[in-house]
């Protein structure tokens, strides 16, 4: 179409050149027409020049769209294509491999006020018995922290044998060193830790994982208290090295079904160790309970997912459970073995358009390193595990796109008949979380929790957390 309008004008201004003539029109206007014929035909073939080079270009990317090559025949590919566009980094200029990499995070700061004083002002669990002992009543603390910052790095290693292998790497700050001579950490010197450290393999249906995860158990997390999840007052379910397999059937169009399973590190996260050094006897020397088992933990999913009454949602259920062994090398009232296990449900539910209900209910023994019992496993003095019940469920309502506002409540609570004075026998709350996303990745939200920790035959102790953010993604 461009060309044709082009060729009608050049034969206009011909044209116009001929009457021109033929009325004995002045040298100037001929001139002028001449010089707009001209200038429309270097026009012409400037962009006939532009259009052959594209199609060259997009040809020789053709060859390679679809194509099941490796990332190196990839790698090459666009490096000709490069070296003509000039303007291009390889792979193999950002990692020694060369294999793809992608970036991503966020950026975020946060800021807390609680009513009352918390085990941590920043990352808490529980709330301080306002005895005058622990705490005194309603001592309040106040916090800045940029430590749930994140970065990561996802690698797509192409195909390796029939496995599509890809790896993440994923770190935060939110990590605490051994205190100082003085008894605390500085707030300013925030420290690295990993959160994601795998490998990938997925070979279709089946799939492999080998690194540090998130447990298979307990996959949902409470929307509010980004800093410690709601552990130890309802949720369950961390981060650990482990080896997982896993089965998918379905996709995200249909009803798809998983089955997901692994093999843990026991004590990777409460590092547990009732028998330190000096209380071992016979031995002198000490190891964590999870590890002294000689086993790793066993955890096993099978959940499912479809789309739900509400237009484009997605729906779904799953059922979970885990097992494992403590060894310790003192006896405690006669047992030196102890078996940690639980069994739990999640659901999510849209329940019209805009609104959505959320959350996993759990039962188990000796759970402080799934994050369940307030972190109370064993009982020393009765020498048996703790059990303990919980969960958490929340209402999310998207009343317009970028704000969303969330209504929930949590419960931890360990039986009583495993506890001895002092213990802490109920940690709950009730919550309500604000959120505004501004578009370009920056969201701010603000979140209230009212937050209360009952002990054994100690005072109560409850507060409100308040905490706002900004969070920039990348």
């Not at 994601?196 to 279709?204: E, P, S, T």
């Not at 330190?276 to 099978?302: C, N, Y």
């Not at 360990?414 to 026998?425: F, I, N, R, W, Y």
């Amino acid at each position: 179409m461009l060309f044709s309008r082009l060729g009608f004008g050049a034969g206009l201004a011909v044209a116009l050149v001929s009457v021109s003539g033929g009325a004995n029109c002045q040298d100037p206007v001929d001139e002028r027409l001449r010089k707009l014929e001209a200038e429309n035909i270097e026009f012409r073939a400037r962009l006939k020049k532009s259009e052959d080079r594209a199609e060259s270009l997009e040809n020789e990317l053709s060859k390679y769209k679809g194509s099941p090559g490796t990332s190196q025949e990839l790698d090459a590919a666009l490096a000709e294509l490069a070296a003509k566009a000039k303007d291009f980094v390889t792979n193999k200029s950002l990692t020694r491999s060369g294999d793809p990499i992608k970036f991503y995070g966020f950026v975020r700061t946060d800021m807390y006020y609680n009513t009352a004083r918390m085990d941590g002002a920043v990352i808490p669990f529980f709330v301080q018995p306002e005895n005058n002992i622990a705490a005194s009543r309603d001592d309040n603390t106040f916090a800045f922290d940029a430590r749930l910052t994140r970065f990561g790095i996802d690698v797509d290693a192409g195909k390796i044998g029939d496995a599509k292998t890809t790896a993440k790497l994923e770190i935060d700050f939110a990590n605490f060193p051994a205190a100082s001579a003085s008894g605390a950490v500085a707030e300013s010197r925030e420290t690295p830790r990993i959160r994601l450290a795998y490998i990938n393999l997925n070979f279709g249906s089946w799939s492999a994982r080998f690194g540090q995860d998130w447990d298979v158990i307990s996959p949902l997390m409470p929307w509010v208290n980004a800093e410690s999840l709601m552990w130890y007052a309802g949720n369950l379910g961390d981060r650990r090295p482990q080896a997982q397999i896993a089965f998918n059937d379905g996709d995200a169009k249909e009803t798809a079904y998983e089955i997901r399973g692994s093999l843990g590190m026991t004590g990777a996260v409460n590092n547990q160790d009732i028998d330190p050094t000096g209380a071992t006897a016979p031995f002198t020397t000490a190891e964590r309970d999870g590890i002294d088992s000689g086993l790793p933990h066993a955890q096993l999913r099978a959940g499912t997912t479809w789309n739900s009454w509400v237009d484009g949602k997605r729906a779904g259920i799953g059922a979970w459970g885990a097992i494992g062994r403590l060894e310790t090398d003192k006896e405690f009232n006669g047992s030196r073995r102890f078996t940690e296990w639980v069994g739990g449900i999640d659901l999510t539910l849209p329940i019209v358009d805009r609104i959505l209900v959320k959350g996993e209910w759990w039962y188990g023994d000796a759970l402080g390193d799934f994050r369940g019992g307030i972190n109370q496993s064993i009982n020393t003095v009765k020498g048996k595990e703790v059990a303990a019940t919980g969960g958490w469920g929340e209402l999310q309502w998207n009343p317009f796109d970028p704000y969303t506002f969330v209504f929930g409540a949590t419960i931890d609570k360990p039986s009583q008949g495993d506890l001895t004075t002092g213990a802490k026998e109920k940690n709950w709350a009730a919550y309500i979380g604000n959120r505004y996303d501004w578009g370009g990745g920056l969201k701010t939200g603000l979140d209230v929790i009212y937050w209360e920790t009952d002990y054994v035959k100690l005072s109560v102790g409850n507060a409100v957390r308040v905490d706002f953010y900004i969070q920039l993604d990348f």
